[in-house]
């Protein structure tokens, strides 16, 4: 008996014959490619607009946080009290830096003076609004006060409108007035 046996030629064999892989499907392949680099420019795109939206955001926040502190600023500003002088003076000077504290420094003893003689005053922000955004981090506001006076017998009240503009300057945590122009 021999290990060898004879198969008819139509008979498959045991073992399949290696077979060469089908052609590949160039299509598809480059399908694939351009889905993957859509998705990929897709991811990326959003991230820049995610990116975009948070600067702005940021900005915004910081615009709302200026504008609060300059109207609060500016009523305290506006309402000086004759009475406790002195103390006015020194809140408004604990809110300035720069060039707005230097002259507040220089004209302490004017301004008290003229505080002192002043009728009670109370004043009110009507409007504020961001000008613009300076490169070393401060803010300009637009903002118009209204200043109420009564005559010192009580008889007539004054009533007086002003614009502003106001630059303002994060030190820390804090804001505070760096400039104070009157607009004429």
């Known amino acids: ?5 004879k198969l008819p030629p139509d008979d498959e064999p045991s ?3 290696w077979r060469p892989r089908p052609r590949r499907r160039w299509g598809l392949l ?3 490619t351009a889905a993957t ?3 990929a420019a897709s991811i990326a795109l959003c991230a820049l607009v995610l990116y975009d939206h948070q600067l ?3 900005s915004d926040i910081l615009d709302v946080e200026a504008l609060g502190y300059v109207r609060s600023f500016m009523t305290e500003f ?3 009290d004759p009475f406790h002088a002195n103390n006015y003076a020194d809140r408004i000077l604990a809110q300035a830096t720069g060039d707005f504290a230097e002259y507040y420094r220089q004209h302490e003893n ?3 003076v003229g505080v002192a003689r002043s009728e009670p005053t109370t004043g009110a922000v009507l409007e504020a609004a961001v000008s613009r955004r300076n490169d070393d981090g401060s803010v300009d506001i637009m903002v118009v006060t209204t200043l109420t006076a009564k005559s010192s017998d009580g008889a007539l009240q004054l009533q ?3 614009r502003w503009v106001v630059t303002t300057k994060q030190e820390g945590e804090r804001w505070k007035i760096s400039n104070l122009n009157p607009m004429m």
Do not use: G, K
């Not at 008996?1 to 046996?5: A, E, F, G, N, T």
């Open 1 to 5: 008996m021999s290990p060898r046996r």
């Open 15 to 17: 073992f399949p014959l």
């Open 30 to 32: 480059l399908a694939e």
């Open 37 to 39: 680099a859509m998705a």
């Open 56 to 58: 702005q955001r940021r």
């Open 78 to 80: 506006t309402s000086p």
């Open 110 to 112: 004017e301004i008290l």
């Open 160 to 162: 007086r409108v002003n």
